[in-house]
C-alpha cells in the first residue's frame, strides 16, 4: 500500500510495516526541525537531531505545490464551516492535503485530529502488525 506518512508516525519508534510503501511532506521537516530547536534538553535535543538526520537521508519528501495549496484552504474552510478552528491545525491540513493530491492514505498516530474532515480525506492509523 502507498501512503503518506503523518509526523505523529515519524516521531514514533516503529516503523511503517514492510508493506507500506511510505511518503512524506515536506511540512513534515518543518515540523521535525521546529521541535529540534524548542529542545530545553540537551540529551533530548541530540535524539530529535538524530531522528531528523533519518528521516531526511530515507525520504525525497513531496513539496507544497500549488495543488497541494488549493486543497489545503479548502480542508481549511471545510473546517471552519464545520466550528473548528483550522488555525490550531494547518500543518496537519497541509499534510492532508497532500495526502489527498497524491491519492493515497494519511497514516497516522492521531486519527481524532481529522475527524471534523473525515469525510473528507482518507485518515488511518497503522495496520495491526
Not at 35 to 64: I, S, Y
Not at 101 to 122: C, H, M, R, S, W
Amino acid at each position: 500500500m502507498r501512503a503518506l506518512l503523518d509526523t505523529s508516525l515519524l516521531i514514533g519508534e516503529l516503523p511503517p510495516p514492510d508493506d507500506v510503501e511510505a511518503a512524506i511532506s515536506v511540512v513534515s521537516i518543518t515540523e521535525l526541525h521546529f521541535g529540534v530547536l524548542v529542545a530545553d534538553d540537551d540529551d533530548e535535543r541530540a535524539r530529535r537531531t538524530a531522528r531528523l538526520a533519518v528521516v531526511e537521508a530515507t525520504f525525497d519528501p513531496l513539496p507544497v505545490s500549488v495543488e497541494v495549496a488549493r486543497i489545503w484552504g479548502r480542508l481549511a474552510a471545510a473546517v471552519t464551516r464545520r466550528g473548528g478552528n483550522p488555525r490550531r491545525r494547518q500543518v496537519d491540513l497541509a499534510i492532508a492535503a497532500t495526502a489527498q493530491v497524491e491519492g493515497v492514505p494519511l497514516l497516522t498516530e492521531n486519527v481524532a485530529d481529522f475527524q471534523i474532515i473525515g469525510d473528507l480525506i482518507d485518515a488511518r492509523s497503522l495496520p495491526d502488525r
